[in-house]
């Protein structure tokens, strides 16, 4: 398998705001945020909750757990830095609190299918660690 | 029963041949010719055009781009606006062009979209969510967006690789009939297009528009003025658009758009059903963007596209409801941002008649619709020929 953290790609452009996440995600923890008003739970983060209006948000630990709702093995990547890694699968996550997140997945394109259970799997990419998911019950990518 | 009486019309058009590259030119060179073509299509003068749309111009001019397109121009327009709607810009600039004459703000509108095209294009400068939580991960990309909502779409309705497949096998036979499409002279069959590589899973290249250079105008104008014009009045007779999420991972549905509504409204407007709609103008960035439209167009139940096309005849002209007569952008190639226009220039062809080895046979009307970013920003006309 190929070295994730040997890549040379674009990282993420971290805006402040979202600071509490990517220290999460370092430490191993998901965070995302729920609105003290209207309940939702809310990802990408915001500075006020877009389903109510209001300014309520808080962080909160997410369970970690969620399901693949699409994937593709990804053979021409957009980004040229990552054909190292090709063929590599990037797939939408729906976390158990609802949100939708995109997510690189560690699993062989022939191994995954729509509706696996996933959990959170911190992984080194490009010298950052990202929020990656694996199946639910693997080992992959608990390299942290 | 018609909800809306048209009160506007096209009166002229213009299409620059795809080109792969165009090193030297810049786009507003592109610009300024397409819409030279337009207006003689049209028989109107510079002097005429009161109101002018324009489109963001990938890798140049990131402001003020109407003004800027319009001083080249050598104009001074009474409206002007920059439409941002991804492939959706052309279809979205027709019906405000239209809006703009139904408030009194102008009598003519050029709406004008293009762009050059070197062989490295820069890297998007964004700075917006998608670049902190999409690409990261190896997910930058149109092609991953839509193959996201291609693998839900199978799995959702156990559609195989060759009901996709015939999209573009059927786009590649339709730009046989047209000498400016890119792939003119190269058809291509569902088992050669399934052997292309694969470049995201489940979508094969050959399923993916090819980039190119180009650029469309259109000529939008009030109904007295058009019907001195020397071509047909095209009427636009309905409108609707919406606009859902951007980034793929917050789209609402990953098996249906926003053109759903967007159509309901502009079928709703004129007064006509899609099955009774005599041409489809269907925007086609890939081969899962046809099959969503069809099935949210109403033609079929969701999952049934392909064994609709199959009982419409394939997509050609002599196809019950033929679709992408140019060839599709599959086909024509993809001219950045005025791949959309490419449907509504094709349209007001096919409304007018005499498209040389092409024609549809009696059309009077057409549902264009425009794409744009992750099946995201929607926007659906009805054309007619008949006011």
């Not at chain 2, 027709?94 to 004008?112: F, P, S, Y």
């Not at chain 2, 293009?114 to 690409?135: K, L, M």
């Not at chain 2, 786009?171 to 069959?189: D, E």
Request: proline share 8%; glycine share 12%.
């Amino acid at each position: 398998m190929t070295d994730l953290a040997a890549l040379q790609v674009p990282g993420p452009i971290h805006e402040p705001l979202n600071a509490p996440f990517w220290e999460g995600v370092e430490a191993g923890v998901l965070r995302i945020q729920r609105c003290g008003a209207c309940g939702a739970s809310v990802f990408y983060p915001r500075p006020i909750c877009p389903r109510c209006w209001s300014d309520a948000l808080r962080w909160v630990e997410a369970r970690g757990t969620g399901r693949l709702k699409s994937y593709s093995e990804i053979f021409k990547p957009g980004h040229p830095g990552w054909s190292p890694a090709t063929p590599y699968l990037v797939g939408l996550v729906e976390l158990t609190e609802g949100p939708v997140l995109m997510s690189h997945i560690l699993a062989a394109g022939n191994a995954v299918a729509i509706g696996d259970a996933l959990t959170f799997a911190p992984t080194d990419i490009g010298g950052r660690i990202l929020p990656c998911f694996a199946k639910a019950g693997s080992e992959t990518g608990r390299e942290v | 029963m018609r909800h809306l009486s048209p009160r506007a019309a096209i009166s002229g058009i213009g299409e620059l041949k795809p080109q792969r590259r165009t090193d030297g030119v810049a786009t507003m060179d592109l610009l300024m010719r397409v819409s030279a073509e337009a207006m003689a299509d049209a028989e109107i003068g510079p002097e005429e055009v009161d109101g002018l749309l324009v489109a963001p111009q990938v890798g140049e001019t990131p402001q003020h781009v109407p003004a800027t397109v319009a001083e080249y121009f050598g104009m001074q327009p009474e409206m002007s606006n920059l439409v941002d709607l991804g492939g959706a810009s052309g279809p979205g600039m027709i019906w405000r062009a239209a809006a703009a004459i139904a408030a009194g703000q102008c009598e003519t509108v050029l709406c004008v979209i293009g762009n050059h095209r070197n062989p490295t294009p820069p890297r998007s400068p964004n700075r917006n969510p998608a670049r902190e939580f999409d690409t990261p991960f190896g997910a930058s990309g149109a092609n991953t967006s839509y193959a996201l909502l291609m693998q839900a779409h199978m799995a959702a309705h156990g559609c195989t690789a060759e009901d996709y497949a015939q999209i573009a096998a059927g786009s590649r036979a339709n730009a046989q009939l047209n000498p400016m499409a890119i792939f003119f002279g190269q058809p291509a069959g569902v088992e050669e297009i399934l052997a292309s590589p694969m470049v995201a899973s489940p979508l094969h290249l050959l399923e993916i528009v090819m980039p190119v250079a180009g650029a469309d105008a259109v000529i939008v104008t009030t109904m007295e003025r058009a019907a001195r014009a020397p071509h047909k009045p095209v009427y636009l007779l309905g409108a609707g658009e919406k606009i859902t999420h951007r980034a793929v991972s917050q789209a609402p549905d990953l098996t249906s758009g926003p053109l759903r509504p967007a159509m309901a409204r502009a079928l709703s407007q004129a007064g006509i059903a899609a099955a009774d709609i005599d041409f489809l103008s269907f925007y086609d960035c890939y081969t899962i963007m046809v099959a969503t439209t069809i099935e949210d167009a109403g033609l079929c139940a969701p999952g049934g596209f392909a064994a609709w096309l199959r009982d419409n005849g394939g997509m050609g002209p002599g196809a019950r409801q033929p679709i992408n007569t140019h060839g599709g952008q599959l086909g024509f190639g993809q001219p950045d941002l005025a791949g959309g226009m490419t449907h509504v220039v094709e349209a007001v062809r096919q409304i007018r008649g005499g498209t040389e080895g092409r024609q549809i046979e009696g059309c009077d009307t057409a549902l264009v619709t425009g794409n744009g970013a992750t099946m995201s920003e929607a926007v659906a006309l009805v054309l007619g020929g008949t006011p």
